[in-house]
Nanobody, 125 residues
Framework: QVQLIESGGGLVQAGGSLRLSCAAS????????MGWFRQAPGKERTAVAA????????YYAISVKGRFTISRDNAKNTVYLQMIGLQPEDTAVYYC??????????????????WGQGTQVTVSS
């Protein structure tokens, strides 16, 4: 099992940037595929980005491609989400997630096995 703790959320103006971090503990971090999801008020949780255990494969939702970058540092047991050009519609609680089921173009956005508690990102206009 793996425990996930997100940090880095906050309030930012439109056009601004934030970097979210997710620190993992428990089983070997490098064996997990990792993802970021978000949930806006009154909406379902949706996938934002994902990265394979090796870091070789990256996946992005269309709405964030070109603005968000997911990365990981297996030596630090941490996955990151760099967000630039933030817009009010990016406002949500952002969740880090982990899975060992493997990722593909057709599965990376499906629910994962382990979840963090979430961090709030608020973008003002």
């Amino acid at each position: 099992q793996v425990q996930l703790i997100e940090s880095g959320g906050g309030l930012v103006q439109a056009g601004g940037s934030l970097r979210l971090s997710c620190a993992a503990s428990g089983r070997t971090f490098s064996s997990y595929d990792m993802g970021w999801f978000r949930q806006a008020p009154g909406k379902e949780r949706t996938a934002v980005a994902a990265i394979s255990s090796s870091g070789d494969s990256l996946y992005y939702a269309i709405s964030v491609k070109g603005r968000f970058t997911i990365s990981r540092d297996n030596a630090k047991n941490t996955v990151y989400l760099q967000m630039i050009g933030l817009q009010p519609e990016d406002t949500a609680v952002y969740y880090c997630a982990a899975t060992t089921r493997g990722l593909s173009t057709f599965t990376w956005f499906r629910p994962y096995d382990y979840w963090g508690q979430g961090t709030q990102v608020t973008v003002s206009s």
